[in-house]
């Protein structure tokens, strides 16, 4: 049986021996152990490029630079909600705002990078929201609690409103999304403060 091959058979003994020795090293027989007369199969060996520094170099310079994204903040729902929650949860009444807040707790993130904001929610994080901050119209806080976390309300252009509930640091994230959103720097602040 002959092949067409380029590279030469002393290479691909080589390889195949490497690999033997690998599988002894994983299953302890030794790799003397196969009969001499067993011929191994020659495969092709392709090797892949990969894209160096130089390849960079043929992107058209009028292209805008990337700018690089930097996170300001990524965290899920504050813990004191859900240590609020959970005492409050031993009463039946209670019970159903305790597991919305087992659930904002688990499964629950907030990302806010100098491009954009991010919401990650579900189970494994399948569900996802992204947005500019050039679409943001308005930005408002509602306070929890003594004022440890809030939600803040995000009205974007469209007339959608988003609303993170149980942020922590929420006046200093809303300013952030404002500052960004090169809207004035005046939050406003909804109603008296809520208990939780």
Known sequence: MATSSSIPPSTTVTSVVRKSLLLSTTFSFPASSLPPSTKLPQRHIQRLLLASSSSAAAVPS????VKKETIYF???????DLLANLILGLTILWLPLTLAAVSRAFNLRYRFTNLRVTVISGLTGEDRSDFSY????????VPRFIGEWGDIIITLKDG??????????????AKYCLSMADQPAVLKE?????WL
């Not at 009028?62 to 630079?65: E, F, I, Q, V």
């Not at 050039?134 to 806080?141: A, E, F, G, P």
């Not at 909804?190 to 809520?194: E, M």
């Open 62 to 65: 009028d292209s805008k630079p």
């Open 74 to 80: 990524d965290g899920g729902a504050h813990y004191g």
């Open 134 to 141: 050039k679409v943001i119209k308005d930005v408002q806080v």
């Open 160 to 173: 959608t409103k988003v609303d993170l509930r149980s942020v922590p640091k929420f006046r200093e994230i």
């Open 190 to 194: 909804s109603g008296a403060k809520a």
